[in-house]
């Protein structure tokens, strides 16, 4: 007779599962009129910067795809992305839109290649290793100019962030090796026009209602967090992990150029939430994006210390060579810990399910 555990894997990640949600409840019914004003906050930056500087370029990028004129490129356009990413033709309107229309675009683009039929998962799984940057609007005006003090700082962020993505889709193909596949155009079954544009406005709307959504979820969170009696360096860490805004708001004052284009690179955790819907479409592990995106920061920060060899700026808006501060003591694990409870939270149920599976195999040799 068969002996059930006294305390199995899925009931560990279950109690895990639990115990986060209902701390993370408590803390908004003990701090409501924060929370409250989070999301208020959260909403205004949404409806002032957020959806006027992204909801035009995803209504382009989905027409653009469904007008099939990805397919239609000239070879000349094409041959970067046939000979430096080995992707097929038809990516290369991908790769060129995530690089100016911001995180959520390159993304969304690449699940509707896959959906169409005119990409494999596996080169899919690769595009969203390194098709995932921010727009020039945000990196330039917002961080640039209104966080640095000038655009020229904007700028260097800017190409350093695109050259450390073209070098992450270099270094990738070696990991996934497939022979391309070239694809048909699909111009003559496009639906007319004014079809395309209800249907590009339509999941556009759809996509830009999720992005709101997690922006004023973390933005809840962000202002619990500010109510907390948490030591000032903790505190602002902590909220840079969760948001890229915050991040930016907090490294830009230290001075630190090549860790701002790491962590611009980087995202942050609301910007990984709102990509998880593509990464889910295709297939990509959690791990495996974060690595992605550990390897696009590591090579935006490289690409951001060359460039600065290059190319100076004035001393009195942002010093270059200012060493880093060190954190604090206790925030390290604090920020450990927050990492860890978001991706239990997101990626817990498919993680319990491995290991539970895991914990069966090893049952059934103990009992053999």
């Not at 097929?88 to 790769?95: D, E, I, Q, S």
Request: positive net charge; contains cysteine; aromatic residues 8%.
């Amino acid at each position: 007779m068969q002996k059930k555990a006294l305390f199995s894997v899925r009931s560990a990640s279950f109690l895990a599962e639990a115990g986060c949600l209902c701390a993370l409840m408590a803390l908004l019914l003990v701090f409501p009129k924060e929370s409250a004003a989070g999301v208020a906050q959260g909403l205004r930056l949404c409806y002032t910067s957020l959806i006027g500087s992204l909801l035009p370029f995803l209504v382009l990028s989905r027409l653009f795809l469904l007008r099939g004129l990805h397919c239609r490129l000239p070879p000349r356009c094409t041959f970067l992305t046939r000979k430096l990413f080995r992707l097929p033709p038809c990516c290369a309107g991908v790769v060129a839109f995530s690089m100016v229309g911001g995180y959520p675009v390159g993304a969304s683009m690449t699940a509707q290649l896959f959906t169409a039929g005119e990409i494999t998962r596996k080169q899919g799984q690769r595009m969203l290793l390194f098709c995932v940057g921010p727009g020039p609007a945000f990196v330039v005006s917002a961080v640039g100019a209104g966080l640095c003090g000038t655009a020229k700082a904007g700028a260097v962020l800017y190409f350093a962030v695109v050259l450390g993505a073209m070098l992450s889709g270099v270094v990738t193909r070696f990991f996934f090796r497939e022979p391309i596949q070239e694809t048909r155009s699909r111009s003559p079954s496009a639906p007319p026009f004014a079809v395309c544009v209800s249907e590009a406005v339509r999941q556009s709307a759809d996509a830009m209602l999720l992005i709101c959504a997690f922006v004023a979820l973390f933005s809840a969170l962000l202002g619990v967090l500010d109510a907390l009696s948490l030591p000032a360096a903790v505190r602002s860490e902590t909220a840079a992990l969760l948001e890229v805004t915050n991040a930016c708001g907090v490294y830009a004052k230290k001075g630190a150029l090549p860790l701002l284009a790491a962590i611009i690179a980087w995202g942050g955790v609301c910007t990984h939430c709102q990509l998880a819907p593509s990464c889910a479409a295709l297939g990509l592990p959690y791990w495996r994006f974060a690595l992605g995106r550990a390897l696009h920061a590591g090579l935006s920060f490289l690409c951001c210390r060359v460039i600065l060899c290059f190319i100076r700026l004035p001393v009195n808006v942002l010093a270059q060579n200012a060493a880093f501060r060190p954190a604090a003591k206790d925030s390290g694990l604090l920020s450990f810990c927050m990492i860890m409870m978001c991706a239990l939270l997101l990626f817990g149920s498919h993680l319990s399910i491995r290991l539970q599976k895991g914990a069966c195999f090893l049952r059934a040799d103990v009992l053999q």
